[in-house]
């Protein structure tokens, strides 16, 4: 019989679990002599028993494109993605520095502006920027915290180094993913989990829980808390449903709610209206409130701004806090760590080449086929343009798009980021993953254990999102200590 | 609780009352069927009928025929009250409030709904479609199951015991209708000699046979039976039963002031109708006004609870 790992190559780039074909590193060692164990139909019968779960759980998430098919199931590699907690502890600490850092720039950003001050960013950057609100200069929300929930992108290069991608501060999404894919790993691999010390993560929606109480307005003791999802149809929907059953909260859409003269945001229930005191939104700045963003916006809520800038009601994450979620403003967070907290960035971020600057722009240009180029503001992997992977076409194409804007592009290296051993057709094949980790921070500050690994499953393939056919994995960070 | 969600559960019920109705109903059919002798006079069709929906069967179909007739109720989806149109709207409702609901109620009908769209085709075979039945009926004793011992009988429960005492109220009435049209004067003499059996079943129909037998200890003949499930205050399928169970909803819920006495009328409506006086023709103008009532009770519940516009 032919074995799992034949032809596997780690060549390519850093594999996570292995050092080579034959040889796991220390942290999967335990996976890999429990994989060898198993006959080839052993495995294809638990990978049967995960999509069957995944179809009974109703794990689902939805693509725009797909008219009339609402639901499509949530796919899942059975083969964990492992860390070993010593690297970890050291990444969670550096998720902090990076999260609190950004919080301290935001409250700034919307205050006295020192960063801008002191010259350590042009105000052309800040002013030009799609998500800076005007309307929250002044604003000071509880514990000076107007990021609450984070998504920070890592991704290993052949270095072996963790760099930061990008830190999704606005409605990140993926953490109810990152949880039933533990769920489905308990069903499929019982016998295997007990006898390896992983770190929980199922107290997430406990954090979660206490982070948005910590945020309410003063002298509530007990704060009503609302998830506000833009509707059954958002792509996200089931992670909206799925974090507010979770947490014992209300799942709210924007009709439910009215914000009445007394500057108070209440919900319409049986008994009548109800006050509610913190609202976790799922729904962007644009659409939060027609009375102050964009008029036609359905979504949201007339009012909501009146009754957040009163201090009624908490909003996480507070408006405007996207701000910091620029892929420009981006380049400058090692600085704001220096400058904010005095401290040297524990984390790298990734090069950046800012089209706004000249030097840059003319780098970019001269090096498109090389380079990954995104757009500033966009997420889900949509508009960027990957050099090595690109036609000739492509790329020129893309060099007029820059031309047009170029405030709203950055270029970064092509990175040869990480792979893992994933399932494919029987067989098990390097693909290249991402760790999404999601940090909490109100009066608090906490960062789940590991986070969303998401894997690239076509061949050769560096775009991870789900909207753009990739999977994930669970992520096993293993207190090696003890063992 | 969100009146959105309130409407939401609501709907639940009544999808998940409909379906299970819906297989019950069929299921017993076609036994009813395989004890009548062949030539008697009764086709498919009647099953339209207790579904009301002969026209929009005839604008599809050409003949009544088993096929076609079990096609357009079990399996048509651009049918609303088909059974699998009802288990994809009772899903997406749930969909919709999961997080109200202990987690095993949404997978419990997510499986059902993977399994009914999985396995619709078989239902034309009558063997497997006496398999997929069963499979149905059993999924949503689950449901109902699950949700009474796993979830707080509270507010969000209640507007679920509400949808599926009113859907299982009207379904009764229907059943009921139907067996008196069976009756009515027209009938041939070779059809009389089958009534009994006729009568077991609409008994099986409701899951009454055992606990008529108990009760009313007589052999089974239509009028005892017609009133034991109208009027009968225990038996969960009987209308009065059903009503009783909505009033208890009612009472429990807020801001239901209307509410309670809109039900007690109807409570003391059902207990007046004396099926020993009425003719069949009387009986079936009662039943249908029945239905209207219920109708109407609809309305009130949806004006009073799920209307977004609130009273300042």
């Not at chain 1, 000071?140 to 915290?145: G, L, S």
């Not at chain 2, 011992?149 to 509270?154: E, K, R």
């Amino acid at each position: 019989m032919k074995s799992i790992w034949e032809n596997y190559t780690t060549e390519n780039a850093y594999d996570e679990l292995m050092y080579s074909e034959f040889q796991p590193r220390p942290v999967s060692h335990g996976l890999c002599q429990y994989l060898n164990s198993l006959k080839k139909t052993d495995i294809d019968k638990r990978k049967i028993a995960a999509e069957l779960a995944i179809m009974e759980m109703g794990i689902t998430f939805t693509v725009y494109s797909d008219e009339g098919n609402i639901d499509r199931a949530w796919p899942f590699d059975i083969i964990p993605r492992i860390m070993d907690a010593r690297e970890w502890r050291i990444i969670e600490k550096g998720l902090k520095q990076r999260l609190t850092a950004l919080n301290c720039f935001i409250s700034d950003v919307y205050g006295e502006q020192h960063f801008i001050k002191d010259g350590k960013i042009p105000s052309e950057t800040i002013n030009s920027s799609k998500n800076f609100r005007k309307e929250c200069v002044g604003m000071k929300p509880r514990h000076n915290v107007w990021a609450n929930i984070c998504g920070t992108d890592l991704v290993r290069n052949k270095d072996g180094v963790m760099y930061v991608l990008e830190d999704n501060l606005r409605v990140p999404s993926g953490v109810s993913y990152m949880l039933e894919n533990r769920v489905i790993t308990k069903r499929v691999f019982p016998e295997l989990l007990q006898g390896i010390n992983i770190l929980p993560i199922d107290d997430y929606p406990t954090q979660l829980h206490d982070m948005l109480s910590s945020i309410a307005p003063e002298h509530i003791p007990k704060p009503l808390i609302a998830v506000l999802t833009p509707g059954i149809y958002n792509s996200a929907y089931f992670e909206h449903a799925y974090l507010a059953q979770q947490m014992g909260a209300q799942l709210v859409e924007g009709s439910d709610l009215v914000v009445k003269d007394d500057n108070c945001v209440y919900m319409r229930t049986i008994e009548g209206l109800e006050k509610v005191d913190v609202i976790y939104r799922r729904i962007d700045d644009d659409f939060l409130d027609p009375e102050v963003f964009r008029k036609d916006s359905a979504l949201g809520v007339p009012g909501l701004m009146r009754a957040w800038k009163a201090g009624n009601v908490a909003l996480a994450n507070a408006p405007g806090a996207g701000v910091a979620d620029d892929k420009v403003v981006y380049a400058y967070v090692p600085e704001m760590i220096r400058y904010y907290l005095n401290e040297e960035p524990i984390l790298p971020n990734v090069p950046t080449y800012l089209c706004s600057n000249p030097e840059h722009y003319e780098y970019v240009m001269a090096h498109l086929a090389e380079l990954v180029v995104k757009p500033a503001n966009e997420s889900g992997g949509y508009g960027m343009l990957v050099g090595p992977h690109a036609t000739a076409k492509e790329v020129a194409a893309f060099r007029k798009v820059i031309q047009a804007d170029p405030r709203n592009y950055i270029g970064q290296p092509t990175l040869a980021i990480s792979t893992a051993p994933t399932l494919c057709k029987g067989k098990l094949e390097p693909r290249h993953i991402d760790l999404r980790p999601f940090i909490l921070q109100g009066e608090n500050t906490f960062v789940t254990a590991g986070g969303l690994t998401r894997v690239a499953l076509r061949k050769g393939s560096l775009v991870v999102n789900s909207s753009q056919g990739g999977g994930s994995k669970d992520t096993w960070i293993i207190n090696m200590e003890g063992n | 609780m969100l009146s959105r969600s309130a409407e939401r559960l609501y709907w639940l019920a009544r999808y998940m009352e409909r379906t299970e109705n819906t297989a019950k109903v069929v299921s017993v059919y076609m036994n009813l069927l395989m004890d009548l002798p062949k030539g008697v006079e009764m086709g498919w069709q009647q099953l339209l009928r207790i579904n009301g929906a002969e026209a929009e069967f005839y604008e599809k179909y050409k003949s009544a025929g088993e096929r076609n007739v079990i096609r357009f109720l079990l399996s048509d989806e651009s049918y609303m009250g088909s059974l699998f149109s009802s288990l994809s709207a009772a899903r997406e409702n749930i969909r919709t409030t999961r997080e109200l609901l202990p987690d095993e109620a949404w997978e419990q009908v997510n499986e059902l709904y993977l399994f009914a769209k999985n396995d619709l085709e078989t239902v034309s075979n009558r063997r497997s479609r006496v398999l997929f039945l069963k499979k149905i009926l059993e999924g949503c004793q689950r449901f109902s199951g699950l949700l009474s011992g796993y979830m707080s009988h509270h507010h969000p429960y209640r507007f679920i015991r509400l949808g599926r005492n009113l859907e299982r109220a009207d379904m009764t009435s229907r059943i009921l209708d139907l067996a008196s049209l069976l009756l009515s004067e027209s009938r041939s003499d070779e059809l009389r000699q089958y009534e009994t059996i006729l009568w077991m079943n609409i008994l099986t129909a409701l899951n009454a046979l055992l606990m008529y037998r108990q009760h009313v200890r007589s052999r089974v003949k239509g009028d005892d039976v017609l009133s034991y499930l109208l009027l009968d205050k225990d038996l969960p399928r009987s209308v009065t039963r059903c009503l009783v169970e909505i009033s208890d909803c009612i009472n429990q819920l807020p801001n239901n002031d209307a509410l309670s006495d809109r039900v007690q009328e109807l409570e003391d409506y059902v207990q007046a109708i004396d099926i020993r006086e009425a003719t069949q023709l009387q009986l079936r103008v009662i039943l249908d006004d029945l239905q209207n009532k219920l109708g109407g009770l609809h309305g009130h519940i949806a004006d009073n609870w799920f209307s977004r516009i609130m009273p300042e």
